[in-house]
Nanobody
Framework: QVQLVESGGGLVQPGGSLRLSCAAS????????MDWYRRAPGKQRELVAT???????SYAGSVEGRFIISRDNAKNTVYLQMNSLKPEDTAVYYC?????????WGQGTQVTVSS
């Protein structure tokens, strides 16, 4: 079955950096578009970044220029490099993808930006 496992979250000070990882299994990873979402307390889930099978990426306006999504098809892993973090980036971050017309989610990893 499809499994997505995120890691790399934690507590970081404003202005700091974190790199999230998402290891995928049960899919043909190199043909899947991969997404990172986040859900902040009291807010709706937000699409943060997307990377296609060809490596094209897109970002939410709120993270453009600060976050970088990348993928390593040999490791079936997608990454989210988060720089210049702000308190408003505090959220649970989820990796997600479609496979066979179903959307799959990881369990999420908590990112807290606070001094």
């Amino acid at each position: 079955q499809v499994q997505l496992v995120e890691s790399g979250g934690g507590l970081v000070q404003p202005g700091g950096s974190l790199r999230l990882s998402c290891a995928a299994s049960g899919i043909i990873f190199n043909i899947n578009t991969m997404d990172w979402y986040r859900r902040a307390p009291g807010k709706q889930r937000e699409l943060v970044a997307t990377i296609t099978s060809r490596g094209s990426s897109s970002y939410a306006g709120s993270v453009e220029g600060r976050f970088i999504i990348s993928r390593d098809n040999a490791k079936n892993t997608v990454y989210l490099q988060m720089n210049s973090l702000k308190p408003e980036d505090t959220a649970v971050y989820y990796c997600s993808t479609y496979s066979a017309a179903l959307r799959y989610w990881g369990q999420g990893t908590q990112v807290t930006v606070s001094s």
